[in-house]
């Protein structure tokens, strides 16, 4: 699904990803960990064009990406991204955070179809329409993460756990190829991190592709089927959680799992 190849992205005189090569299948859980400033959530963001990468090239779905000739916005909707810090719009209601990407692609899409004269005989004909469907299937996720009851709340009254929550099914309502988390859990009180992780377990369980910055290394060893090691800009190792944690190979790995198993 993602090939990346000789990734580099500097910041002025800051080299911050120095060579990255990695293939992520579909299906796949990647877990990426590693010290702070080591790249991960550069390497992140360079992956949905977030950064543009100074060199190298992203194949997503047999397009490259990281070329600036790409219409990078056609191809960020077959990929999802869940932050840090939620990145919800306080101004807006928890169903409206869920239904905006959603109708707003679809309207661009419903113009065009009526100006190609495309439209599909089952499709909606209206914005109206559009919002009601968008509306249904938020809800629908709402239900599956029990907030249903939090639809038409603004996200300042939600606990951290929560809101993560949302974060995650917003990111599900463009129905994704690939989600990508930047370390979802590390703004969360310790007792909100399970409900988190248990979604993304159960995502992982029904073979969404899956690529983590996290510092759970419980979760990494349960959920990754790869593991990346990442320092000073580079994949130092890459291996099957089983293998990666039992038997790193690499001495700087070896270094980092002392400090934090």
């Known amino acids: 699904m993602i090939d990346v190849i000789d990734l580099k992205k500097t910041f002025g005189d800051l080299e911050v990803l120095k060579g990255i090569n990695v293939t992520i299948n579909k299906g796949d859980i990647v877990v990426v960990i590693g ?10 963001r360079c992956l949905n064009c977030m950064e543009d990468p100074t060199s190298g090239s ?30 919800l719009f306080n101004n807006m209601t928890v169903i409206e955070n869920i239904m905006m990407a959603p109708v707003y692609v679809r309207c661009k899409e419903l113009k065009k179809a009526k100006r190609k004269g495309t439209l599909a005989p089952d499709a909606p004909k209206t914005k109206a329409e559009i919002k009601a469907q968008a509306r249904e299937e938020a809800l629908e996720l709402l ?14 009254t939600l606990s951290g756990g929560q809101k993560q929550r949302v974060a995650i099914v917003r990111a599900l309502a463009m129905k994704p190829d690939v989600i990508l988390f930047d370390e979802p859990t ?3 009180d310790p007792e909100m991190v399970g409900e988190v992780l248990d979604l993304m377990k159960e995502l992982a369980n029904e073979g969404m592709t899956m690529v983590v910055v996290t510092h759970e290394m419980g979760f990494a060893r349960e959920v990754a089927n790869r593991v990346l090691f990442m320092d000073q800009g580079k994949i130092l190792e890459e291996a099957p959680p089983e293998e990666f944690f039992a038997h790193p190979k690499n001495e700087r790995t070896k270094e980092f799992l002392s400090k934090v198993l």
């Open 35 to 44: 010290p702070s400033g080591s790249g991960k959530s550069t390497f992140l």
């Open 58 to 87: 992203i194949i997503f779905n047999g397009v490259d990406i990281a070329d600036m000739r790409v219409d990078i916005n056609i191809h960020r909707r077959h990929m999802g991204m869940v932050f840090q810090h939620f990145n």
């Open 143 to 156: 239900r599956r993460i029990g907030l249903e009851d939090k639809a038409d709340v603004y996200p300042s």
């Open 186 to 188: 590390s703004a969360l």
